[in-house]
């Protein structure tokens, strides 16, 4: 097939495999100094996979991770990639109060501005936690001295989601866009086409035909996303995770790398602030 005329954005959320939402009931922030990271080393295997094929991405970091592995931070902005911030400490926005959120999203920005030597512009919330209780995010966020926002994911789902929310970019605020998850729209109702959970879960060609779907149909660019953790399968599994989050987390991680490589060759892939206009 050929390739289509537009050029999509890929993101990665760096987190380690311990810090996911779904698993904070059994690990917690205060054990995360003693567990075994991860992420510099699953980092340093996208940031190869991005400089095989030539493509570019927009990494929103956790100031957390930033802190204890600059290295990461000097190896995305050398590799010519976009840093974004992921909040500070995983906090669900959500979860916070508009004093708690402004200031874990001021400090993650100044943390990963001060290690990369430049503007951070783009934030995406842990969760997409940002739905219809909690637009206040979008002030706060403006407030900060980010640009832009990809925090909504217009889907229904048991951790998140705004159903009715715009499924393209817009302005949030007058000097915020927010750049919702991708979704296709079938059956009267929107269906993720984002990668996450669900480009482990189904098979590559559904992904491929989703992000297809939405450069014709739709005449869009697709935001895609995953995590650093998704492609290590050899991660120390966590105690305790059972049920539907260790599915979720443990699926197909094996075929993570091998379908990246696939969707890079697929598609052109591009840093956010390069896709959309007006995210800087
Ligand atoms: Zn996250």
């Known amino acids: 097939m050929a390739r289509t005329a537009l050029v999509n ?15 904070a009931p059994h690990v917690s922030r205060s054990q995360w100094d003693s567990m075994p990271c991860r992420v510099e080393r699953n ?3 996208i940031l190869q996979l991005l400089a095989d094929s030539g493509a570019r991405a927009t990494f929103f970091t956790l100031g957390w991770v930033a ?5 990461i931070v000097r190896r995305i902005a050398d590799g010519g990639h976009e840093l974004g911030s992921h909040g500070y400490a995983h906090h669900r926005a959500s979860d916070q109060s508009p004093e708690e959120f402004l200031d874990d999203v001021r400090h993650a920005k100044s943390v990963l501005e001060d290690l990369s030597g430049e503007p951070v512009h783009g934030y995406r919330a842990p969760s997409f936690s940002i739905d219809e209780s909690n637009l206040w995010a979008f002030d706060c966020l403006l407030q900060a001295g ?10 229904k789902h048991d951790h998140y989601g705004m159903p009715d929310a715009p499924r393209f970019a817009y302005a949030a605020r007058e000097g915020l866009l927010e ?7 079938m059956w009267r109702r929107n269906l993720p086409a984002g990668g996450g959970g669900f480009f482990r879960l189904m098979p590559y ?8 779907r939405v450069n014709t149909i739709d005449r869009q660019p697709a935001l895609f996303y995953f995590h650093p953790w998704e492609v290590d399968p050899e991660q120390p599994r966590v105690h305790g995770s059972k049920g539907r989050t260790k599915f979720r987390h443990y699926l197909n991680l094996h075929r993570t790398e091998p379908r990246l490589r696939r969707l890079l060759a697929d598609f052109q892939w591009d840093r956010v602030d390069r896709v959309f206009p007006g995210a800087r």
Do not use: H
């Open 179 to 185: 750049i919702p998850m991708t979704t296709t729209r």
């Open 9 to 23: 954005a890929l993101t990665i959320d760096v987190e380690d495999y311990f810090q996911v939402s779904a698993m």
């Open 67 to 71: 802190e204890r592995y600059p290295g």
């Open 146 to 155: 980010y640009r832009y926002s990809s925090s909504v994911y217009p889907v």
């Open 43 to 45: 980092v340093d295997v």
């Open 205 to 212: 060609a559904m992904s491929k035909w989703l992000i297809n």
